[in-house]
């Protein structure tokens, strides 16, 4: 199938070639049409599939065909992400698509200036992307008019329901018109998505082209068995005999994002890190450089494994697994894009296992492991030989004593200078730079 047999206009094909896109994906094959018709959608596919064209294509047409007279005019479509990242991402398509058809849309999300998206809105916007937070925020400020919305989508919204914006999507939808075509695009589905479905869809239709929560096949997976002292050396060797130049590694927490980033940096290798701590323009220019190959790691908490889109990206690192069994699909699901192949690597110590047991319960088959001769899971511990004690000899507590008593430990041999110092250079463990890292 075509772009041109789903019936789009000459100014969206035209930008779609203007991309390299040559044939819809199977998400785009079947909503498309769906949308046209005007019906509810409920969609579930992969990750990386192409679910924001699959939405921002007929939208934008179906919006051009009407394009009000007056110069400020009032949203009519309305986008919902969970994170400032995939607003950003949605944005910038939408932008390519509606400028070829005289649309303007907008972004609305935290984290920055509230006057500057009160002027834009001023001026007049077609549609806005936005998280649900900062947009409620406008709408009791009454800084943005919802009353016109045609269009309502909530993309990623098992991410939107894992970060606790149930109460917020809901009462944004007590600012929308009744009648609108409303449609939910999710990576997994579960019993909750299916309620909030309920509340918000009239009698979709719905559709699911991918087995759910299962990871992209294009992704070459393997788990690497290794001590949690020992991750970051791992990392480093993993890159370097590799030869590595763009690698997305993630996290659990934000000290652990900005510790890692620091010790990259002293291993000589260009890395920066990106999380919720991070100003807006910090995340964004720190995002540019990686995209343009600036940086060759790219350090992230969960904030940005549904929010990232960078083409090509070959690799990608999880430091360590994610409490949600489902993250670990929407993280590697930043390679293996569009086609392209992708390689995801789990560095992997032994208090991760019950996670990691987790993930393949989840995706219904086990992980690869792969081993480094040099990287054992449990480290070969050095230094670690008793020394003689000093004390009086005597027979040990812990040991049950015959009836005649035991003969005594013979006293050590006095030592001399020289036998102190071979001794202590024998036991003094190596260090790195932060302290043992053999």
């Not at 019906?39 to 699959?54: F, H």
């Not at 998505?193 to 009698?203: F, M, P, T, V």
């Not at 560095?347 to 319960?361: N, R, S, Y």
């Amino acid at each position: 199938m075509s772009f041109e047999s789903l019936g789009l206009c000459t100014e969206l094909l035209s930008a779609i070639a203007a991309q390299g896109y040559a044939t819809p994906t199977p998400i785009q094959t079947e909503a498309i049409p769906v949308i046209f018709e005007g019906c509810d959608l409920l969609a579930g596919a992969q990750t990386g599939t192409g679910k924001t064209a699959a939405f921002a294509l007929p939208i934008v047409q179906l919006l051009s065909e009407t394009i009000p007279p007056e110069k400020r005019r009032r949203p009519r479509a309305l986008v919902l992400v969970p994170t400032r990242e995939l607003a950003a991402q949605v944005s910038e398509q939408m932008q390519n698509y509606g400028r070829r058809l005289s649309l303007r849309s907008t972004t609305i999300y935290g984290g920055v200036n509230i006057r500057a998206q009160i002027e834009r809105l001023h001026r007049g916007v077609d549609i806005v992307v936005a998280t649900p937070g900062r947009l409620l925020d406008h709408a009791e400020r009454a800084t943005i008019n919802l009353t016109r919305i045609e269009f309502l989508v909530l993309d990623e919204a098992d991410r939107m329901l894992d970060l606790g914006f149930i109460d917020d999507i809901l009462k944004v939808a007590e600012y929308l018109p009744a009648q609108r075509q409303t449609m939910l695009f999710s990576a997994t589905y579960s019993q909750s998505i299916k309620q909030l479905a309920d509340e918000l869809l009239d009698q979709p239709r719905q559709i699911e082209v991918a087995r759910r929560n299962i990871a992209a096949d294009a992704v070459a997976q393997a788990v690497y068995a290794v001590e949690r002292s020992r991750k970051r050396e791992m990392l480093s060797h993993l890159i370097r005999k590799g030869e590595w130049n763009q690698v997305l590694v993630f996290v659990r927490t934000r000290y652990g994002a900005d510790k890692l980033t620091e010790e990259l940096l002293f291993d000589g290798i260009k890395a920066a890190a990106i999380h919720s701590n991070k100003s807006q323009s910090v995340r964004t220019r720190t995002l540019a450089e990686f995209k343009r190959g600036e940086l060759r790691v790219l350090v992230a908490t969960d904030v940005a494994a549904r929010g990232l889109d960078i083409q090509r990206l070959p690799h990608v690192v999880n430091y360590d697994l994610p409490q949600v069994p489902e993250d670990y699909v929407h993280r590697i699901g930043r390679t293996g894009r569009a086609g392209e192949d992708g390689v995801a690597l789990s560095l992997v110590c032994q208090a991760e296992q019950p996670l990691l047991l987790a993930i393949e319960q989840l995706l219904k088959y086990a992980i690869p492991r792969q081993t480094i001769a040099e990287f054992p899971q449990v480290a070969i511990k050095r230094g670690v030989k008793a020394k003689p004690s000093r004390k009086s000899a005597g027979p040990s507590k812990s040991r049950k004593t015959s009836a005649s008593p035991a003969k005594a430990d013979p006293a050590p041999p006095a030592a001399t200078p020289r036998r102190k110092k071979a001794v202590a250079e024998r036991f003094v463990p190596k260090t790195g730079r932060r302290g043992r890292r053999s």
